[in-house]
């Protein structure tokens, strides 16, 4: 069959496939949008046959273009985002984290290592604190701890109504820190190291100081909540990006590129994981960590259960309760 | 359809393109052409973002100023969904395309050729931070320019492609001239060239009509002046009656 004819014959369903395709790229499909599948079939081997045939250019760009946009209507991801978020948050988070143990251990042990000795140097000779956190953020710190002072945290001399406040700055602060840890782990893993040892030591400074100078009662109490997400939360958020750096790094079997886009689809849900715990650690910062009308004992309480639950999350959650067949 | 059995001839369809087209093969058998948009419309597109995102924060700051404490919290958390989601909601939502890239033309797709998804997108974005090391997209515009289809650190790793829209094409017409039948069978890729200067001549001068159609005077026994309305005729004979 020669161009003309197979044009005439065809440009029908062609006019008609086009109108289909906007209706579906305008998120309105219509009645007919149950034939999608069939007409795209039909206009790929229409689209093969005038390749095949060597008909004129025009003609196969026309078709090709209309194949294209069907190609994406047709392969569009329609995740059910709520059904795949709760089958995550379920089981595969969990699991993901437990595949993934040994770069969560290092990163865990990078974080709460430099933490621990910071924290430990900090309390023994006070002056150290000084190499890390610039004598105005010191004092700043020492404010917000006070044990005199009504609410804690950052914003700590603000009264009541801040809570809005302190959730946004936390979620802004936390979030691009965590997000930052990931990112560099693109830098064959040398950005998340830096990020987690820069965190650990200064958070272990704080800590370190805040011990030595009496404020516990303030300090630990105020933290040990929304630090068993926030903590974690970060830790991931390292072991996500020392993944990216491991694939560059040590690639295996596989070419660079590929090694790297197979571990960033698996680290980018360790980092939505992340993320979801840094949510919730701005809440319990915002809402619960501030709040002094509760008892020092309480406090304590409810951090280790919370300490208890993302441990017994992670360590628990989206196991099959029978073996795989 | 006259399937022939024997393998087509060498360099007719599957040889690389000579230009940047980026070639995908579908599960249906077809290859779709796509064409990855380079570094300087991709930094226009970017232009155009950050100067909406910047104007969207002036506002917000304007406008929740006036809140107080509860404004400052919204304000923080409006500057942490522009700066971190801006690109992700709008890439997954709208079809690949953020503003910027809608007024430049512009796509994100996963190197297969499909609508991006949430995990990719979000993998290019959050990878931005690196692309912008060590200083204004140093690193982002070295990838770019040295990789083929234009990747950036984030592409690479989330395995997407920014490419041109397609835009519908204008329409030639064949100039109506008498059909002759060609002199000898003609390969599939020979009719291809043939129609495509039968489409392409409105565009072209009269002295390079006359110089490539003068190409082809020896096989086709013509003299060098007659070439041009012989082709011609030939491209009308090969599309057919009307």
Redesign the interface.
């Known amino acids: 069959?020669?161009?003309?004819?197979f044009e005439r014959r065809h440009q029908a369903d062609w006019q008609d496939f086009a109108r289909q395709l906007d209706a579906l790229?305008r998120g309105k499909p219509g009645p007919d949008s149950r034939q999608f599948p069939a007409a795209?079939?039909r206009l790929?081997r229409q689209?093969?046959?005038a390749?095949?045939?060597?008909?004129?250019?025009?003609l196969?760009?026309?078709l090709?273009?209309l194949?294209?946009?069907g190609?994406?209507q047709f392969?569009?991801?329609r995740?059910h985002?709520g059904a795949q978020g709760i089958g995550f948050l379920l089981g595969g988070f969990p699991h993901l984290v437990r595949e993934e143990w040994r770069l969560v251990l290092a990163a865990s042990l990078l974080f709460y290592g430099s933490l621990l000795a910071m924290g430990l140097l900090v309390y023994h000779f006070p002056e150290l604190v000084y190499s890390l956190l610039a004598p105005d953020q010191v004092v700043q710190l020492e404010a917000m701890y006070d044990p005199d002072a009504s609410r804690l945290g950052r914003f700590g001399e603000?009264s009541s109504?801040?809570?809005?406040?302190?959730?946004?700055?936390y979620?802004?602060n936390n979030?691009?820190i965590a997000?930052?840890t990931?990112?560099?782990g693109?830098?064959l893993g040398l950005?998340s190291l830096f990020f987690l040892l820069v965190n650990g030591l200064s958070i272990g400074a704080a800590a370190g100081h805040l011990t030595g100078i009496g404020y516990t009662d303030t300090f630990w109490p105020f933290v040990i909540g929304h630090g068993a997400f926030e903590l974690t939360a970060i830790t991931f958020a390292g072991a996500a990006g020392l993944k990216?750096g491991w694939a560059l790094f040590a690639p295996g079997r596989l070419p660079r590129?590929e090694a790297?886009?197979q571990?960033?689809?698996r680290s980018?849900?360790l980092?939505?994981g992340a993320l979801l715990l840094l949510l919730i650690a701005a809440f319990v910062e915002a809402y619960w960590s501030s709040m002094t009308f509760t008892g020092t004992p309480l406090k304590y309480a409810v951090g280790v259960l919370l300490w208890g639950l993302v441990a017994a999350y992670f360590l628990l959650a989206g196991r099959p309760a029978h073996a795989p067949d | 359809?006259s399937a022939s059995l024997a393998p087509p001839p060498a360099g007719t369809?599957r040889q690389p393109p000579l230009d940047t087209r980026y070639p995908v093969e579908?599960p249906?058998?077809?290859d779709?052409?796509?064409h990855p948009a380079g570094l300087v419309p991709r930094a226009l597109a970017f232009a155009v973002d950050l100067a909406i995102r910047g104007l969207l924060l002036l506002l917000t700051f304007l406008a929740l100023g006036q809140f107080?404490?509860?404004g400052?919290?919204?304000?923080?958390?409006l500057?942490?969904l522009v700066?971190?989601w801006y690109m992700v909601l709008f890439e997954v939502l709208n079809?690949g395309r953020s503003p910027g890239k809608q007024v430049l033309g512009l796509q994100v797709?996963h190197d297969d050729?499909?609508?991006v998804?949430?995990?990719?997108s979000?993998?290019r974005n959050?990878?931005?931070?690196?692309d912008l090391?060590p200083f204004g997209y140093s690193l982002g515009i070295l990838s770019c320019l040295a990789h083929p289809t234009f990747k950036r650190?984030g592409d690479?790793?989330?395995?997407t492609l920014v490419v041109y829209r397609?835009r519908?094409?204008s329409?030639?017409a064949l100039p109506e001239v008498a059909a002759q039948p060609a002199p000898f069978a003609?390969?599939?890729?020979?009719?291809?060239a043939l129609?495509?200067f039968?489409?392409r001549q409105s565009t072209l001068s009269a002295g390079r009509r006359r110089e490539l159609a003068g190409i082809l005077a020896g096989p086709l026994q013509v003299p060098e002046e007659q070439a041009e309305a012989r082709l011609l005729g030939i491209a009308r004979e090969?599309?057919?009656?009307?």
């Open positions: 069959m020669k161009q003309t004819p790229e795209y079939r790929c689209l093969a046959l390749e095949e045939r060597g008909y004129g250019s025009r196969v760009e026309q090709q273009q194949a294209l946009r190609h994406h392969y569009r991801h995740s985002l603000r109504a801040a809570d809005w406040m302190m959730f946004g700055y979620v802004m979030l691009g997000f930052q990931f990112a560099g693109l830098l950005g990216l590129g790297l886009r571990a960033a689809a980018v849900r980092v939505a | 359809m369809a579908t249906e058998g077809i779709l052409a796509l107080g404490e509860l400052m919290g919204l304000t923080s958390l500057v942490f700066t971190w079809q797709l050729g499909t609508p998804g949430w995990a990719a979000l993998t959050l990878l931005r931070v690196v090391l650190l690479l790793a989330a395995g397609e519908p094409s329409h030639p003609l390969q599939a890729d020979e009719r291809r129609l495509a039968a489409e090969l599309l057919g009656p009307t």
